[in-house]
């Protein structure tokens, strides 16, 4: 391994290999499936990209050139893997009595902002499931004329034992699954068949639906991200990343579909982050009551930049578990790092010494490992305690290192760490003032907002409640 070489752990190989671009390509075409808009992002869903995040800094600072895409997912999925179940959207605008149009609006403007505050670079271009459904049923004609399709009475499915290498890229046991236990499948050929398109159900409107050559209905779940991939990137990716839940279903399914219609390898490398557990179990969702969201997390007074930091104490690859005792102890490093950066901030260095090199080169090891970033954390606090190297010098890696962590630590912090009391004022402030608008005493509910101002908090009456933040 060179200093400038990145190696990423390809999960269709199951091995690191050197990472580099085809003979003339310019830039990286890399693809992340994004966030469904049916609620808030849990702090698990973030970790996931704050690792792609880092994964395309790095590849920045080794010096591609990324295209990123990420896709709002607005058309609502059936909630279970075996194309049944309720729709997400549909659920979620039940919740809220909203239509599936504004939650969805709703929800991808709150993912973008708890992006921005973790300090995710935005991608190259974001696009929706909705917008690109005529692209999606013109993939499923494709797959139907070179007859890898079936139908059935609630759809149009593809038929996965049509594609002899369906099973490899997430090793899964074709052999077992056709004598083992018999699951209802319902009118579908094989168990891991799935769905390109829904029939809407003849009694009931859907929220969502759109005409199709097999009439009224709506995508499968997998075919939006291969036909908003290959409309933004071309036929061959060069990354293709998302959480490891994504490997058995979604990207085994992605991979199947794409490879058929175009007879090309769909991605060149595979990136998948690990989860984000809490009690060591994979179900996030819920805590003590609370949804745990970045919301929640500022509002208990962290910084987000203290959750980018914990995220990077662990390997993307590694099972990270979440405790509040954890997150107050990333807060404390955050704060010290801070406190060891602040006095560098705006040194400038023209010429660095070959002792501070030194530092960098052990820095993009780390990072070219794989996105080691435990260890590129480790170079960062021994070079601030390596008494050889300049002030200047020091400010001028922290920008270089920071490029890649995105912790702000060449940014002047304004915001204070604030108290628990603090904060529980600010919550019953919040809720006084919810009270006062609810019954209609306007005068003293702008008070309050006015009072909440002035403690530098503001408020935001949105369709799913009163949020509050930070100026
Ligand atoms: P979703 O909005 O459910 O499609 O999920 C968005 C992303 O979050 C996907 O890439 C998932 O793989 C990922 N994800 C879901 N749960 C977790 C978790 N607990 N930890 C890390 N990533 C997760
Ligand atoms: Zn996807």
């Not at 459904?133 to 004329?145: C, G, M, S």
């Not at 604030?418 to 005068?443: M, N, P, Q, W």
């Amino acid at each position: 391994m060179t200093k400038k070489d990145i190696y990423l752990y390809n999960t269709a190989s199951r091995l690191k290999e050197l990472f580099t671009l085809p003979q003339g390509a310019s830039e990286v075409k890399m693809y992340a499936c994004g966030p469904t808009v049916y609620h808030y992002a849990h702090i698990g869903n973030l970790r996931t990209y704050l690792f792609e995040d880092l994964l395309r800094r790095s590849l920045e600072y080794f010096g591609f050139k990324v295209r990123h895409v990420i896709n709002i997912t607005d058309v609502g999925h059936l909630t279970s893997d075996q194309d049944d179940g309720e729709d997400k959207m549909e659920v979620g605008a039940e919740r809220t009595g909203k239509t599936v149009w504004e939650i969805a609006d709703f929800y991808a403007g709150k993912f973008k902002e708890d992006i921005e505050h973790l300090n995710i670079l935005p991608p190259t271009t974001w696009c929706k499931a909705t917008d690109h459904i005529k692209e999606q049923i013109a993939l499923i004609e494709k797959l139907e004329e070179k007859g890898f399709t079936y139908r059935t009475s609630d759809g149009i499915y593809f038929d996965s034992l049509k594609f002899p290498q369906y099973a490899d890229f997430a090793r899964l046991d074709i052999a077992g699954l056709k004598s083992g236990a018999r699951i209802d499948l319902g009118e579908k050929k094989f168990a891991t068949d799935f769905a390109l398109w829904k029939f809407s159900p003849k009694d009931r409107k859907r929220a969502m639906e759109w005409e199709s050559p097999w009439g009224l209905g709506f995508p499968g779940w997998h075919i939006e991200c291969s036909a908003m991939s290959m409309t933004h990137l071309g036929e061959t990716l060069d990354i293709h990343c998302g959480g490891t839940d994504h490997i058995r279903v979604h990207h085994t399914n992605e991979i199947a579909q794409s490879e058929c219609a175009t007879g090309k390898p769909f991605s060149r490398f595979w990136v998948h982050g690990e989860f984000l557990r809490e009690n060591n179990s994979d179900k996030m969702s819920k805590s003590s009551g609370d949804f745990l969201t970045l919301d929640l997390l500022k509002q208990k007074g962290f910084d987000p930049i203290a959750y980018r930091l914990f995220s990077l104490t662990s390997h993307y690859r590694n099972y990270l578990n979440f405790s509040w005792e954890a997150m107050e102890s990333a807060q404390e490093s955050l704060n010290a790092l801070r406190k060891k950066t602040q006095y560098l901030i705006g040194m400038e260095c023209e010429n660095i010494s070959l002792d501070a090199r030194e530092w960098s080169v052990k820095f993009r090891q780390s990072i070219g490992d794989d996105l080691n970033s435990s260890g590129a954390l480790g170079v960062l606090h021994l070079m601030l305690a390596d008494s050889s190297i300049l002030d200047k010098e020091k400010a001028a890696l922290i920008k270089e290192f920071d490029s890649v962590l995105g912790l702000r630590l060449s940014e002047v912090v304004k915001k204070e760490i604030h108290s628990e009391e603090e904060i529980a004022k600010i919550e019953s402030l919040v809720k006084e003032r919810d009270e006062a608008r609810l019954s209609k005493k306007f005068t003293e509910s702008d008070r309050l907002r006015d009072a909440l101002l002035d403690m530098g908090v503001v408020i935001k009456d949105s369709k799913a409640g009163t949020v509050w933040e930070w100026k």
